[in-house]
């Protein structure tokens, strides 16, 4: 089993910053990539950010240049750095951990973003 549990969400204001963490925990071994979605009220949850054991990445174009994903596999935890936040990205924000590239075996709780305008 694979556990994640999720911090950093918060309010910021239009144009500022946040950065989310994801910490892995158990079974990290069967773990092949990590990701990061997002889901607002009445919306599917959509693809954010995801990035490999070996560290690559790939985005959502709504994302690209402005938010950055990484990870530190000595600590078990991934990251999303948040910047030029607009009010459209107020979400939920879920940490997801990959078997495969198409089978997600765990996500995180959740954590909100609110972004101000």
């Known amino acids: 089993q694979v556990q994640l549990v999720e911090s950093g969400g918060g309010l910021a204001q239009a144009g500022g910053s946040l950065r989310l963490s994801c910490a892995a925990s158990?079974?990290?071994?069967?773990?092949?990539?990590m990701g990061w979605y997002r889901q607002t009220p009445g919306k599917q949850r959509e693809f954010v950010a995801r990035i490999s054991v070996v560290g690559s990445t790939n985005y959502a174009d709504s994302v690209k240049g402005r938010f950055t994903i990484s990870r530190d596999n000595d600590k078990n935890t991934m990251y999303l750095q948040m910047n030029s936040l607009k009010p459209e990205d107020t979400a939920v924000y879920y940490c997801?951990?990959?078997?495969?590239?198409?089978?997600?075996?765990?996500w995180g709780q959740g954590t909100q973003v609110t972004v101000s305008s």
């Open positions: 997801a951990a990959y078997r495969t590239i198409n089978e997600i075996i765990r």
């Open positions: 158990g079974r990290i071994a069967s773990i092949s990539a």
